[in-house]
């Protein structure tokens, strides 16, 4: 598939900054890069997005969101790497089982949380909501076109108890540039100007979440792993092909084909527009169902009523 960044093909092309033969060709800098170098520009920009943001302080607890795969599995090395070695700085796991028959094996991940001598939590949608997304898609007819949104709802809220009750201050997500780029243009394409132009702000009871692979392209947080991590099993969500992320990758590695800066552009006017809203400020309130916080009407019990709702039906 085309994208911003293609490994180095016969003849061989030395490392811009070194004579060491190169590894990958960045299209957007221009720059082939030796392995050396090129793990040295990912970490030293995620670093940088690190210390921008104020991501990680004195004292905090991380809780690294484990699905198993390249970005999570990249994020929780870096982040080893990186503060492993501080007694001030606390790193675990936490792995989700939505209940998708195929896709989530946890052994895998207790493996990689082993290597790392990490804690590992785990909490599964059985166990919370007493239902599986498998579930959930069966109640509906096998209509599976709302699964991706009824499975972010039902996951964020369960990883944010799991963090909470762990002592988290910090959650932190493998979300690569790619995905930035497409949840900018996914608000676009749907209109979604209340999205697009909220203000972030602190909600009591959520754990801030951080994202600092962030500023990274998808393929080269694939190549670090290559590197670093070595081979991990990539199962592939069943219920991938219906959602509109993947028609918004598809658009934008097309394009960035021909543009390869496209991603960083798009990325960049998602955080120019966020704060932007000139609606009412929301103020976050205690469900008084569930007792999680929520702005507005708690859309984890809306779902998990709809759900029930299908099963009486």
Not at 13 to 18: A, L, T
Not at 176 to 203: F, K, P
Not at 214 to 238: K, Q, T
């Amino acid at each position: 598939m085309r994208d911003n960044i293609s490994l180095i093909e016969t003849p061989p092309m030395n490392c811009s900054k070194c004579r060491r033969e190169a590894i990958i060709y960045q299209r957007y800098s221009g720059m082939h890069l030796c392995s050396e170098h090129f793990t040295d520009s990912v970490e030293s920009r995620v670093k940088r997005e690190i210390r921008k943001h104020h991501w990680i302080e004195h004292g905090d607890t991380i809780g690294v969101a484990l699905s198993g795969g390249k970005d999570s599995t990249s994020l929780l090395h870096f982040l080893i790497k990186t503060f492993g070695h501080r007694p001030d700085i606390t790193i675990l796991a936490i792995t989700i089982d939505e209940g998708i028959a195929g896709y989530r094996d946890l052994s895998e991940t207790e493996v990689i949380a082993r290597r790392y001598g990490v804690p590992w939590h785990t909490a599964s949608f059985a166990e919370e909501y007493g239902t599986t997304l498998d579930g959930i898609v069966a109640g509906q007819g096998g209509d599976d076109r709302r699964s991706c949104s009824f499975c972010g709802v039902l996951r964020r809220r369960l990883v944010n108890r799991i963090a909470r009750e762990n002592g988290c201050t910090k959650l932190a997500f493998g979300f690569n540039l790619d995905d930035e780029a497409q949840s900018v243009m996914m608000n676009v394409l749907r209109g979604d100007t209340e999205r697009l132009t909220m203000t972030q702000r602190d909600n009591p009871g959520m754990i801030p979440r951080i994202r600092p692979f962030a500023v990274i392209p998808e393929r080269e947080v694939a190549l670090y792993a290559h590197l670093h991590v070595g081979s991990l099993a990539d199962h592939g969500c069943p219920y991938a092909h219906n959602a509109l992320r993947g028609d918004v990758r598809r658009l934008l590695n097309e394009y960035t084909w021909q543009h390869p800066a496209t991603k960083f552009a798009v990325r960049t006017l998602g955080k120019e527009m966020q704060g932007r809203s000139t609606g009412p400020v929301l103020t976050p309130e205690i469900c008084p169902k569930c007792g999680e916080p929520a702005f507005g009407t708690c859309r984890t019990c809306a779902v998990l009523d709809e759900v029930k709702q299908d099963k009486r039906t």
